[in-house]
């Protein structure tokens, strides 16, 4: 596994498998996903150069959002909204959780569902095409997604875990870590 994709994981996920949901900026030192996917950037190296590459791709008005430790104040015409700092986890072993659920994958079919969960549980954004970022697997009550998780940022050798989120009606029934 390329442990060098983890400090810059956006950006690898960009270039490499998410390259077909990206927009790149002409030089290639910029990218982000497309608008429906999410609002996630990423830079080459983040200094004032690529800053204007970033903007150049960004709609004004637009949010360009970074993982990226070490990044430079964008500049004029830019103002930092949030940062925080983050903490990134690496699980080497993965077991099934028991779950007397049933738990199906999600499609395109169900993007209305998974959009109305996440406005709902607040797991971080989502959009209508971030479905297209990996696999989606939920959990259903009668015709109400209850539950789901799935898969955001695939850099090279790993896939993070994202999207995890319950209906506040069934927290604390094990349905996140069942998914997870």
């Not at 002409?26 to 982000?32: D, E, H, N, T, Y």
């Not at 080459?44 to 430079?72: C, H, L, M, N, Y």
């Not at 799935?150 to 995890?164: C, D, K, L, M, N």
């Amino acid at each position: 596994m390329d442990d060098n994709s983890l400090d810059r994981v956006p950006w690898s996920s960009l270039i490499g498998h998410h390259r077909h949901l990206a927009q790149l900026d002409p030089s290639g030192r910029a990218a982000k996903y497309r608008k429906d996917v999410g609002l996630f950037g990423a830079m080459e190296v983040p200094d004032s150069r690529v800053w204007d590459a970033a903007k150049g791709i960004t709609r004004a008005g637009g949010i360009f959002g970074v993982f990226q430790a070490d990044v430079e104040t964008p500049g004029e015409g830019c103002e930092v909204l949030f940062h925080e700092k983050t903490d990134q986890f690496v699980a080497d072993d993965m077991r099934e959780a028991e779950a007397d659920v049933e738990i199906v994958r999600l499609t395109g079919d169900d993007v209305d569902a998974m959009v109305e969960l996440t406005q709902l549980a607040q797991p971080g954004p989502f959009k209508p095409g971030t479905i297209e970022m990996g696999n989606y697997f939920g959990i259903w009550e009668g015709q109400r997604l209850i539950a789901m998780a799935g898969q955001r940022f695939h850099p090279t050798g790993y896939i993070e875990v994202s999207a995890v989120c319950t209906h506040p009606s069934v927290q604390r029934r094990g349905y996140g870590g069942a998914l997870t």
